[in-house]
């Protein structure tokens, strides 16, 4: 099925339904964050029409004129699933007001890995304008996104977690070296790992 197959108003339901983006919590500095959990992203059921128009319509003006960051949640993607392609972020991207894109302060990038890292150390400062390069943070366990983030504010899939855990004890999948698919890509549909969010306070 693509894009093509489903109504825009029904695109639209999805990404609520999905809540890919939640403006979500403050970091540690009182801004506000936009979440977006990437493994839930249907790249191959949405148009970027739809998805820029959802995002100029229902997200930039609840960010209003403050500054604000970003926490994308990396874990689980894949690029065949829920990568919706270089040129629609380059698309995405171009299309986000002057003034909300001058007020983005941070962004923390969650879970990484190896292929992202070389992509984004290759092409990221072409990809994107407006120093956001420079504005990236690597984050490779949950923990240390305490350090940025107010830690009782934000919501987490449980899935975010498995994978910490699967790091701690195979830590070659930091660095490519060893597969994680078998954890993280054989789990349940969508619609079960949207319901199955946690709130741990581990100090």
Not at 10 to 17: R, V
Not at 64 to 93: C, D, M, W
Not at 171 to 193: C, K, L
Request: overall charge neutral; glycine content about 6%.
């Amino acid at each position: 099925m693509s894009s093509s197959q489903i109504s825009e108003i029904e695109q639209e339901q999805l990404i609520e339904k999905l809540e890919i983006f939640k403006i979500h919590g403050r970091d540690k500095r009182g801004r506000k964050i936009l979440r977006i959990i990437g493994k839930f992203f249907p790249a191959r059921l949405l148009s970027l029409d739809v998805l820029k128009k959802y995002l100029e319509e229902k997200i930039f003006p609840r960010l209003g004129r403050k500054p604000f960051s970003v926490l994308y949640v990396h874990t689980g993607v894949q690029r065949s699933e829920n990568f919706p392609g270089i040129s629609a972020l380059r698309a995405i991207y171009d299309a986000i007001p002057v003034n909300v894109r001058d007020n983005l302060q941070e962004v923390y990038f969650l879970h990484p890995g190896l292929q992202s890292r070389l992509f984004l150390a290759t092409c990221g400062r072409f990809l994107f304008s407006g120093g956001l390069y420079g504005k990236l943070r690597y984050i490779s366990r949950v923990d240390y996104l305490w350090e940025h983030v107010r830690r009782n504010e934000i919501e987490m899939p449980e899935f975010v977690y498995d994978h910490d855990d699967d790091l701690e004890y195979r830590p070659m999948m930091d660095y490519g070296q060893e597969s994680d698919h078998a954890r993280v890509f054989a789990g349940a549909a969508v619609d079960s790992s949207v319901s199955s969010f946690s709130m741990r306070c581990i100090s």
